[in-house]
């Protein structure tokens, strides 16, 4: 069964530093990659996605991520992060040839520094 | 476009009373999903609908809870009886189809079992 690891529970970063929340996963088959975001007392918001192509993915608000399949991970990275990008960020993967459930990391906080 | 619709936003019961949470998709969103979102952890998958037939409930502990979407368009969770254990958030999403990438979530119900 396809599962994500984010191995850190919160990530402290001042603000107009680069930010990077890291991710590693694991499927039988070829996997399909997503961000969520999460701000306080809303639902999960897409960020971006990989499916296939170039492995350097680019999404909403800034944020980008970098699929390596050696290294089995898709960490999510910001070049300079604001304050408003606190918030609890979500991996998630999805195996390409099994089932289409959607499997969720337990998620990062991000506390952005003024 | 209007988001998922959710409610109740909160709601707190004794153990072993029932419960009910409500959903409306984003209209045009043939696929429903609910999700379980226990503090500290990702959300995990309860159910998910494709216009109103099931199509993954593995995970959906069948003794207590149950889903319908009777009309392929807004959908109820029930739990009956409620445990400690069911404390959680439901989150309930939508997509176009049932391997869209992209799911747009509602706000959630947080519910407390006493």
């Known amino acids: 069964a396809q599962s994500v690891a984010q191995p850190e529970d919160q990530v402290n970063v001042a603000e107009g530093n680069p930010l990077t929340v890291k991710c590693t996963y694991s499927?039988?088959?070829?996997?399909?990659l997503f961000w969520y975001v999460q701000y306080p007392n809303r639902g999960l918001q897409f960020l971006l996605k990989?499916?296939?192509?170039?492995?350097l993915v680019k999404g909403s608000y800034g944020f980008e991520a970098e699929f390596n399949k050696s290294q089995t991970s898709f960490h999510l990275k910001k070049p300079s992060a604001l304050v408003s990008d606190s918030a609890l960020y979500f991996c998630?993967?999805?195996?390409?040839?099994?089932?289409?459930?959607?499997?969720f990391g337990k998620g990062n906080q991000v506390v952005v520094i003024p | 476009e209007a988001g998922v619709a959710q409610s109740p936003r909160y709601k707190i019961i004794e153990k072993r009373q029932s419960v009910a949470f409500w959903c409306n998709p984003i209209?045009?969103?043939?696929?429903l999903y609910w999700y379980q979102q226990i503090l500290g952890q990702g959300p995990k998958l309860l159910i998910q609908?494709?216009?109103?037939?099931?199509?993954?409930d593995s995970q959906l502990p069948k003794d207590r809870f149950s889903a319908e979407r009777l009309k392929g368009v807004d959908s109820t969770l029930k739990i009956q009886p409620a445990k400690l254990e069911d404390s959680a958030v439901y989150l309930c999403?939508?997509?176009?189809?049932?391997?869209?990438?992209?799911?747009?979530f509602g706000s959630g119900t947080q519910l407390s079992v006493l």
């Open positions: 999403a939508s997509s176009l189809g049932p391997t869209n990438e992209k799911l747009f």
């Open positions: 499927v039988s088959g070829n996997p399909y």
């Open positions: 990989y499916i296939t192509g170039d492995n």
């Open positions: 998630a993967v999805r195996d390409q040839g099994g089932n289409n459930r959607l499997a």
């Open positions: 209209s045009g969103h043939a696929t």
């Open positions: 609908f494709q216009n109103n037939g099931v199509v993954d």
